[in-house]
């Protein structure tokens, strides 16, 4: 049975750091691309930011870009979420997720497009 947990969410303050990690067991995720989303109060949820199977290539929503950075560790089986430059406006509950697509060739932007999710760590940025 698949399964994805991320950890290392937590509350810190504007302009601090934190990284998530997103650990898949149940099976190998080295040919299929990863997302991370986010999704606060009352939103529907966001794309964050993607990377290619190869993690060659990544791809960032325009309110990140800059201050996160997505990244994959093939060998654990894991992707990462650095965010420094943290904003209020990021808190939110954080997700990845698995495109279940074998080797797509580009980094989907919708949730809709993804299949396996994790159950969520809460970020929160106080001011």
């Known amino acids: 049975q698949v399964q994805l947990v991320e950890s290392g969410g937590g509350v810190v303050q504007a302009g601090g750091s934190l990284r998530l990690s997103c650990a898949a067991s149940?099976?190998?995720?080295?040919?299929?691309?990863m997302g991370w989303f986010r999704q606060a109060p009352g939103k529907e949820r966001e794309f964050v930011a993607g990377?290619?199977?190869?993690?060659?290539?990544?791809t960032y929503a325009d309110s990140v870009k800059g201050r996160f950075t997505i990244s994959r560790d093939n060998a654990k089986n894991t992707v990462y979420l650095q965010m420094n430059s943290l904003k209020p406006e990021d808190t939110a509950v954080y997700y990845c997720a698995v495109d279940p697509a074998s080797g797509r060739w580009y980094i989907a932007l919708s949730a809709y497009e993804y299949d396996y999710w994790g159950q969520g760590t809460q970020v929160t940025v106080s001011s």
């Open positions: 149940g099976r190998t995720f080295t040919r299929y691309n």
């Open positions: 990377i290619r199977w190869s993690g060659a290539r990544t």
